[in-house]
């Protein structure tokens, strides 16, 4: 059974979004993996599905180190809801809003003036003789 199979049966079980570590300590033998770092094996394994996959992948990232099945997550997010166009208009409208007069935004010349870089000074090192000659070995 590969890493995946395993991974799938364990979020079927739980039916929740897990971390990868609660996944591998879930999972326990049933990894084919006898890596010392099973996390690392788990979160590749499944990061990889989901990238070379896209939305075909059975799985889904629903926060970062969390996983769940695709399905679960489409079944347990509500349909989206339209509002009507009285009610877009009046969400808008009770925006909040800039103050009289001004953009909303700062301007430039508003913001502190940086001090420009001064560039560092080297001053050159005499070269030795072993760098002059190329610094090979001398037969």
Known sequence: MSTLAVVEEILRETAVPMSVREIVERAGVRLPSKSK??????A????MDIKKKGETSIFIRTSPGRY???A???AATPASVTLP???VARTVSAAPTAAPGTSGTTSMSALPQRKPA?????TPRPRTDSEATGGG???
């Open 37 to 42: 770092t099973p996390d690392t094996v788990v």
């Open 44 to 47: 590749r394994d499944l990061s």
């Open 68 to 70: 769940t099945l695709r």
């Open 72 to 74: 679960l997550a489409t």
């Open 85 to 87: 166009a009285s009610e």
């Open 118 to 122: 001064v560039a560092a000074t080297t």
């Open 137 to 139: 070995l001398v037969s």
